[in-house]
């Protein structure tokens, strides 16, 4: 049995947390990993991935209440895009991007 560093744990469930926060909340807080990363790191590149999710869901938000209940076509597939967006891309953009623990912390 492995015995795993407590810090290493912490690290784990942090970057976990962080890229489940989009898909638990419906994308509603899509942003929120991102502008975490951009006040840690202080980086142009994470700055601009918090201004593209912000915009990401203000568009879901805005269109959301602009369609119709029963949309069809393209309408719908503008919908699907942007929750794809809210969800799985900033999930999946916190995973990526979370730092993670050097192997020598470990």
Do not use: E, Q, Y
Not at 17 to 22: D, N, Q, R, T, V
Not at 59 to 87: E, K, N, R
Not at 97 to 105: C, N
Request: include cysteine.
């Amino acid at each position: 049995m492995k015995v795993v560093a407590m810090a290493a744990v912490r690290g784990i469930a942090g970057r976990v947390g962080f890229a489940a926060l989009p898909v638990l909340t419906l994308g509603l807080l899509c942003n929120v990993p991102s502008l975490v990363l951009a006040l840690r790191r202080r980086t142009r590149a994470d700055w601009w991935a918090f201004a593209g999710f912000s915009a990401v869901l203000a568009a879901w938000v805005t269109d959301v209440g602009l369609t119709p209940d029963d949309t069809h076509g393209l309408l719908f597939m503008a919908d699907l895009l942007l929750i794809l967006l809210s969800m799985a891309g900033a999930s999946l953009h916190a995973w990526m991007m979370w730092p993670r623990l050097a192997a020598g912390r470990r």
